[in-house]
């Protein structure tokens, strides 16, 4: 996540961290490249750690048995900082 992102002064101020709706954000982006289709619903997502700002991303998806239905792994500084599940498309 880029230092200069408007959305990190007020998010705390004095040790700024990513928000989560960021990071949650280039999920749906991700899912919805790899599915075709738009990221309709988040099923659920876990922050295990704060991602400071400057940190490169990676987002590893990973299908799951229902059609367009995807896990979601997010790693930064080789730690995992947000996982969870998403449906695109109509899938639920």
Do not use: Y
């Amino acid at each position: 996540m880029p230092h200069d992102h408007p959305a990190l002064p007020g998010h705390f101020p004095g040790r700024p961290i990513v928000p989560g709706v960021l990071l949650l954000d280039a999920v749906l982006q991700a899912a919805q490249e790899t599915a075709g289709q738009p990221a309709s619903r988040l099923l659920r997502a876990k922050f295990t750690a704060p991602v400071l700002p400057g940190a490169e991303v990676e987002i590893t998806l990973s299908p799951r048995s229902a059609p367009l239905r995807f896990g979601f792994t997010c790693q930064a500084e080789g730690r995992v900082v947000l996982l969870g599940e998403v449906a695109c498309g109509t899938a639920v």
